[in-house]
C-alpha cells in the first residue's frame, strides 16, 4: 500500500533525524570537553543544552473557583447558584518559544466558554504587558457546565478578577519559559458519542452509536532536554464536557482527566484543550462516578499516548522547526435581514513541518475536524490536530450537513448554508499564507 510505504518512509526519516541528534549531541560534547581541556572558560550562557534547546516552554496554572456563590454555566434548568466545589477549576498557560524568538501562548481555561469580552480584555493587556501580539493566544475553553456564568451582571467581580489571573498567569508562563524538547503523539479514548438520533420528528438530542465521532487523543509532550523527564503535557478530546450537572463547581471528565495525570505525574502540569465536539456527549451520565470514570479513560488514552511516544519511533514525532502563526477572521452570515455578520475567530499555528494546530472559535461540530484532517493531512506532511471552542464562544457551529438535517445543533444561530465553506475555505487560505516550511525550518 502506497500509504503504509509512505508512513514507514516517515518514520524511518525520523528515526534518522533522532540518530542525527545524538550524534549532534555526542559532537557538542566533545566541543564542550575539548574547550574545558584547552583551559577556555565557558560561560554559562555556552551550556551546549540551554544555548541549543530548539523550544523554550514555561507552564503556569491559577485556580479560578469562583469564591462567591455564582450561577452556573450551561443548563438553564438550574436556576439557583452554586452550593459548592466538588472539585476545583483551573486556568492553565503554556508558553513555547522556537530558536528564533517566536513566541505563541496557549491558555486553557475550566469554563463554558472563551466569551468576546474575557478575550478581548485578557490580549489587550497580554499584548501591553508582555508585548505578545492577540495573534498569539490562543484560548481555549473545556466547556464545562460546572462553571460559573461570567458573564452575568452578578459575575462582574469574578470576570474581573479573573481577567488579572489569566493576564498573570500568562505573564508566568513566559517567565517560566526553560529549554525544552517537544513531540506529538496521539492515542484514542471512545467516551464520546454522537448525540444526533434522527426520528420521524426530526433530529433528537440522544445517543446515537451510529453516528460520526472523533476518538483522536492528540497530546502534545514538553520535556527537559537534559533527562528526558516529562514537564507538561498538552491534550484534546472532541467531546461535550457534559457529565454531570449538579449544583457544584467541578471541571467535568477533562478536569478530572487532567487531575488524574498530575497526581500520577507529580510536577507534570496537564492542560486539556477542547476539540470539535459540539454534537458529541460522554455516555453514560448524570452521575458522580461517570465523571471520575471518563476522566480515567481519557487520561489513560494520553498515558497510551505518552508510551507509544517514549517506546518507539513508529507513532512519535519530536517537533523541529520554527513556529508560524496566522490568526484572521472570516464573516459568517446570518439569514436574518439585516443582522451583522459574525467575525468568527481562526488561528493556524503551525510546528515546523511536524504539527499543525486549526483553532476554531465557538462550538464547532465535529464533521469540522474529519473534514479538515482529511483534506489538510500530507503522507509526510505536519499531524493535523484540530480544536474547537477557542478564542469566542457565540453558539453552534453545525456543518452543512447538520444545518440541513436541522435539531438542537442547527438551531441555535441562524446561520446561512454557506457557514461550512466559508470557515473550512478560510482555513485553505490561512495554512497557504504560512512560509514554506523548508525556508523556517533552521534546524533540518
Ligand atoms: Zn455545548
Known amino acids: 500500500m502506497v500509504t503504509s510505504r509512505a508512513s514507514s518512509r516517515k518514520w524511518l526519516e525520523e528515526g534518522i533525524l533522532q540518530h542525527q541528534t545524538l550524534a549532534h549531541r555526542a559532537l557538542l560534547a566533545v566541543v564542550l570537553a575539548v574547550m574545558l581541556i584547552g583551559g577556555r572558560p565557558c560561560a554559562a550562557e555556552e551550556l551546549p543544552i540551554a544555548e541549543k534547546a ?12 469562583p469564591e462567591q456563590r455564582l450561577h452556573m454555566a450551561g443548563y438553564a434548568a438550574r ?3 452554586a452550593e459548592g466545589t466538588q472539585q476545583e477549576l483551573f486556568a492553565k498557560a503554556m508558553a513555547i518559544e522556537d530558536q528564533a524568538g517566536t513566541r505563541v501562548v496557549f491558555v486553557t481555561l475550566d469554563l463554558i466558554g472563551v466569551r468576546e469580552e474575557l478575550q478581548s480584555r485578557v490580549a489587550e493587556q497580554v499584548e501591553k504587558q508582555f508585548k505578545l501580539p492577540a495573534s498569539m493566544l490562543l484560548m481555549n475553553a473545556s466547556h464545562t457546565h460546572s462553571g460559573p456564568a461570567y458573564e452575568r451582571e452578578d459575575a462582574q467581580g469574578y470576570l474581573n478578577s479573573l481577567v488579572d489571573t489569566l493576564v498573570d498567569l500568562v505573564g508566568r508562563s513566559l517567565a517560566e519559559r526553560q529549554p525544552a524538547e517537544l513531540s506529538y503523539s496521539f492515542a484514542s479514548c471512545s467516551v464520546a458519542m454522537n448525540r444526533r438520533t434522527p426520528s420521524q420528528h426530526g433530529f433528537l438530542n440522544h445517543p446515537n452509536p451510529n453516528g460520526p465521532t472523533d476518538h483522536t487523543v492528540p497530546v502534545l509532550s514538553v520535556r527537559n532536554p537534559d533527562d528526558d523527564s516529562l514537564r507538561a503535557i498538552l491534550f484534546g478530546y ?22 488524574f495525570l498530575e497526581r500520577d505525574h507529580p510536577g507534570v502540569t496537564a492542560m486539556f484543550m477542547m476539540g470539535c465536539g ?7 451520565r448524570r452521575e458522580l462516578k461517570y465523571v471520575e470514570l471518563h476522566g480515567q479513560s481519557l487520561a489513560t488514552a494520553v498515558e497510551a499516548a505518552l508510551e507509544s511516544d517514549q517506546k518507539t519511533p513508529r507513532h512519535q514525532r ?4 520554527n513556529l508560524s502563526v496566522v490568526n484572521e477572521t472570516v464573516d ?3 439569514t436574518t435581514a439585516g443582522r451583522e455578520d459574525f467575525a468568527y475567530p481562526i488561528q493556524v499555528i503551525r510546528f515546523g513541518d511536524d504539527l499543525m494546530l486549526i483553532a476554531l472559535g465557538s462550538e464547532v461540530v465535529v464533521d469540522y475536524a474529519l473534514r479538515l484532517k482529511s483534506e489538510l493531512a500530507k503522507p509526510d506532511g505536519p499531524a493535523i490536530w484540530v480544536a474547537g471552542y477557542s478564542n469566542a464562544y457565540n453558539g ?18 441562524p446561520w446561512k448554508l454557506t457557514l461550512e465553506e466559508r470557515i473550512v475555505d478560510k482555513v485553505h487560505e490561512l495554512v497557504g499564507q504560512l512560509p514554506p516550511p523548508e525556508t523556517n525550518d533552521a534546524s533540518r
Open 79 to 81: 436556576k439557583e447558584p
Open 238 to 259: 472532541a467531546c461535550h464536557n457534559t457529565t454531570l450537572g449538579l449544583l457544584r463547581w467541578q471541571g467535568d471528565y477533562a478536569g478530572y482527566a487532567q487531575e
Open 54 to 65: 530548539e523550544w523554550h516552554v514555561g507552564v503556569a496554572s491559577a485556580k479560578i473557583t
Open 332 to 334: 459568517l452570515e446570518y
Open 278 to 284: 459540539g454534537d458529541q456527549n460522554p455516555y453514560p
Open 318 to 321: 519530536p517537533i523541529h522547526g
Open 396 to 413: 453552534y457551529i453545525p456543518s452543512k450537513r447538520v444545518l440541513k438535517e436541522g435539531g438542537y445543533e442547527a438551531l441555535s444561530r
